[in-house]
């Protein structure tokens, strides 16, 4: 269902409520993680649900507005989710030797694509921002 056919309350809410987007954002997240058990793929939910916002705002389905104010949330608050792993380094001491290097070499070559990922993500976003404000 495009944005266009929706009510104009719900489109207005969508666009407003950053407690609605939150959930938008985490429905498409378990939305993925049920395609990604359903079909067997070694790829976590959140990335299925990301490759199908991201579809979805390439196709038009919804628009960057939907989505904006949520996301932003996440993101302004992105460092909390990496206290955890911070403090489990601290409780197991082995991986500051040659396992841990090895961990350190998966984790920067996980970071680099995933960085890769999002710069081509929000390439074709702002691509296309710029012909929607045309």
């Known amino acids: 269902m495009t944005a266009h056919r929706l009510p104009l309350r719900l ?8 407690l609605v987007q ?14 990604a058990g359903w079909s067997g793929l070694p790829v976590p939910g959140g990335v299925i649900g990301m490759i199908a916002v991201l579809v979805l705002l390439l196709a038009k389905g919804i628009r960057p507005g939907t989505i904006r104010r949520g996301a932003d949330l996440l993101l302004a608050d992105m460092l909390l989710f990496f206290v955890p792993a911070v403090m489990g380094l601290l409780d197991h001491r082995e991986f500051l030797g040659p396992l841990g290097l090895e961990l350190l070499g998966a984790i920067l070559l996980g970071t680099l694509l995933v960085m890769a990922g999002t710069a081509l993500a929000v390439e074709a976003v702002q691509r296309l921002q710029v012909r929607h404000e045309r």
């Open 11 to 18: 489109r207005a809410l969508l666009r407003q409520s950053r």
């Open 22 to 35: 939150l959930a938008l954002i985490g429905g498409f997240w378990w939305l993925g993680t049920l395609v």
